[in-house]
Nanobody, 127 residues
Framework: VQLQASGGGLVEAGGSLRLSCAASGTIYSNDYVGWFRRAPGKEREFVAM????????RYTDTVKGRFTISRDAAKNTVDLQMNSLIAEDTAIYYC?????????????????????WGQGTQVTVSS
């Protein structure tokens, strides 16, 4: 699976951005597609993920109520709608795929759980 993230940019605090992840290759029903981010000087952290078949979702606490992950099976894309952005959301955002995971959607994964990722897209929030 190859992944291409897009939609990043510079936005003022309180603004919105919509990231999109286009996947080439097959995403199977049990796969998870997730978004991670890496802020300057920090480790890559989990943001959100969606189960391909059921569209069940999971978010990290810091983005709940502000970010929404969704998928379009016909287009093989996963979007991340980000609202009420804050400076702490500034990071490079990566979309990643975990093939046939052995954990439920209620588990918060780490980067090591995901086998495929794209090149990332920069999000900068000015305060």
């Amino acid at each position: 699976v190859q992944l291409q993230a897009s939609g990043g940019g510079l936005v003022e605090a309180g603004g919105s951005l919509r990231l999109s992840c286009a996947a080439s290759g097959t995403i199977y029903s049990n796969d998870y597609v997730g978004w991670f981010r890496r802020a300057p000087g920090k480790e890559r952290e989990f943001v959100a993920m969606i189960k391909w078949r059921s569209s069940a979702t999971r978010y990290t606490d810091t983005v709940k109520g502000r970010f929404t992950i969704s998928r379009d099976a016909a287009k093989n894309t996963v979007d991340l709608q980000m609202n009420s952005l804050i400076a702490e959301d500034t990071a490079i955002y990566y979309c990643e795929v975990d093939k046939d995971p052995d954990y439920t959607i209620n588990f918060t994964p780490s980067e090591e759980n995901f086998e495929y990722w794209g090149q990332g897209t920069q999000v900068t929030v000015s305060s």
